[in-house]
Nanobody
Framework: QVQVVESGGGLVQAGGSLRLSCTAS????????MGWFRQAPGKEREGVSC????????YYADSVKGRFTISRDNARGTLYLQMNSLKPEDTAMYYC????????????????????WGQGTQVTVSS
């Protein structure tokens, strides 16, 4: 059974940083693209970032480019999201997802490209 677990969320002031982590068990982690999504209250879930199986290609939502960095450690089976210069509008539940494919592609933010999801970790940025 595949299990995806996020950690690292919390409360931070605007301008601060957080690093989210995600582990995925029950699958061969290194074979799949991985992604981060988020959902703010009253809004639809949106794609934040995606990384291909070997970490060679990454994609970001325009709203986080230059502030967030996605990375992965295949030896540890762990995905990361380093979030810097956080803004109140970054407040959301952040979800980690394991892709159905090894690459992200131009349609990386489509939820249908991801097969396994975590329960989410809350990030709250105060102004």
């Amino acid at each position: 059974q595949v299990q995806v677990v996020e950690s690292g969320g919390g409360l931070v002031q605007a301008g601060g940083s957080l690093r989210l982590s995600c582990t995925a068990s029950g699958l061969t982690f290194r074979d799949y693209a991985m992604g981060w999504f988020r959902q703010a209250p009253g809004k639809e879930r949106e794609g934040v970032s995606c990384i291909r199986w070997n970490g060679g290609t990454t994609y970001y939502a325009d709203s986080v480019k230059g502030r967030f960095t996605i990375s992965r450690d295949n030896a540890r089976g762990t995905l990361y999201l380093q979030m810097n210069s956080l803004k109140p509008e970054d407040t959301a539940m952040y979800y980690c997802a394991a892709g159905l494919y090894s690459v992200c592609s131009g349609f990386w933010s489509q939820e249908s490209r991801f097969g396994h999801w975590g329960q989410g970790t809350q990030v709250t940025v105060s102004s």
